[in-house]
């Protein structure tokens, strides 16, 4: 018995590092792979169950690592924003229009206006109507359901997947026990 879940273990090891490296796709040389292992169907379909756990387990980890990155490339940008909004409140308070460095210079110009507005201070001549037309999704829904052909537009099927604990098996076990 040791030496079958050995063999899996193994499998599910090296079908892992396939699909991680197959950016996910299960090839039909994996799938004979699987089928080379000589394992039983309910004992595939653990292995199945046992890999899709541990690919979660690893997005979870690349994800929570992307993260950290994505906060730090975000520190970085915003560090570098102070440095640049230090250097031109310094340019403008002396009235410099020009900082030599050694390798490189700054250089404060004249830039298009920024417009600041109250909203609750203008005027209503400068303000705009603005119709927006947004598709029922609901009511598309409903007809379609209800057999009323919409041009466009189909129903189509969808099919949860999910995955439990063999409780029949569990029973059985504690019964014969």
């Given amino acids: 018995m040791s030496e079958t879940l050995n ?6 090891h090296e079908l892992l590092e396939a699909l991680v490296a197959s ?5 039909a040389e994996m799938e004979s792979k699987l089928a080379q292992l000589e394992v039983s169907v309910p ?3 653990d292995s199945y169950y046992l890999i899709m756990e541990r690919l979660d387990s690893e997005a979870a980890y ?3 690592r992307a993260e950290e990155f994505a906060m730090a490339a975000k520190q ?3 560090a570098k924003e102070r440095l640049k909004d230090n250097l031109k409140f310094h340019m403008q308070s002396n009235a410099l229009k020009e900082l030599v460095g050694v390798d490189y210079k700054f250089t404060l110009s004249n830039s298009k206006p920024k417009v600041i507005i109250n909203e ?3 005027p209503k001549e ?3 109507e603005v119709v927006e037309i947004k598709i029922d999704k609901d009511r598309i829904a409903e007809d379609l359901k209800i057999g009323v052909p919409i041009p466009g537009c189909h129903l ?5 997947f999910r995955s439990s604990v063999n409780k029949k098996l569990i029973s059985k076990k504690e019964k014969s026990s």
């Fill in 76 to 78: 970085m940008g915003s």
């Fill in 126 to 128: 400068y303000t705009r």
């Fill in 7 to 12: 063999s899996l273990m193994a499998a599910q």
């Fill in 120 to 122: 609750s201070l203008v």
């Fill in 156 to 160: 189509e099927d969808v099919f949860a």
């Fill in 23 to 27: 950016d996910g796709e299960l090839s």
């Fill in 62 to 64: 690349f994800k929570s």
């Fill in 43 to 45: 004992a595939k379909l």
